[in-house]
């Protein structure tokens, strides 16, 4: 089974240009996460997805940042502009949803603002 | 407001013996906790979960232990293998839904 797939896996742009990353989730999955991490932290959720709804978008910064999952499946995290503290890890997981905790993660973007 | 706390930055362990990592909690409405693995370069794995019901959850090497009344958890790694070498990150959810809440994550060193 193909776990979740992210692309690119590293980028590097200047300030004020925008970015997008591209997440496909594990297949069946319904329930897709678009996490933040900076340098020694854990995780921070930015969106979770039930099918093409989002249902938790709280901690998602709207003014420059916004995401999509059309049809349910792949998902797109954009920011637009970016500025030098965006310079984290982004991690796309997806759990089959329906009470199970357990999530499964890609092996992120990590983008650099210069 | 750091809901899941993991105080030790990092541990070290020789190879063979116990790894012993901790975990507090302050929201009482927890009721579903998860550890997971990352290795460099990769995002986190799920290791080993417990719920609120059960005060330990056994999987091959790794056991992990749950104190509701003091909010905490910890997960044993028995025997430690250089393998295990990795970040690992504690996190809690509530009531069904599933926003998880993770630690800052302890860094485990086992020396051969």
């Known amino acids: 089974e193909a776990g979740v797939v992210q692309s690119p896996r590293y980028k590097i742009i200047e300030k004020k240009q925008p970015v997008a990353f591209w997440c496909n989730p594990i297949?069946?999955?319904?329930?897709l996460y678009w996490y933040l991490q900076n340098l020694g932290q854990g995780p921070e959720l930015l969106i979770r997805?039930?099918?093409?709804?989002?249902?938790?978008d709280s901690q998602l910064p709207k003014d420059r940042f916004s995401a999509e999952r059309l049809k349910g499946v792949d998902s797109t995290l954009k920011i637009q502009p970016a500025e030098l503290g965006d310079s984290a890890v982004y991690l796309c997981?997806?759990?089959?949803?329906?009470?199970?905790?357990?999530?499964?993660f890609g092996p992120g973007t990590r983008l650099t603002v210069t | 407001d750091q809901q899941v706390k993991q105080n030790s930055p990092s541990l070290s362990v020789q190879e063979g013996r116990i790894s012993i990592l901790n975990c507090d909690y302050t929201n009482s409405m927890f009721d579903y906790f998860l550890w997971y693995k990352k290795y460099p370069a990769e995002g986190p794995t799920f290791l080993i979960s417990i719920s609120s019901i059960k005060d330990k959850n056994e999987d091959g090497r790794f056991t992990v232990f749950l104190n509701k009344s003091a909010k905490h958890l910890s997960l044993h790694i028995v025997p430690s293998q250089p393998g295990d070498s990795a970040v690992y990150f504690c996190a809690a959810s509530s009531g069904g839904y599933q926003k998880v809440t993770f630690g800052i994550g302890t860094k485990l060193q086992v020396i051969p």
């Open positions: 997805y039930e099918n093409e709804e989002a249902v938790d």
């Open positions: 997981a997806s759990s089959p949803g329906q009470g199970v905790y357990e999530q499964y």
């Open positions: 297949s069946g999955h319904n329930t």
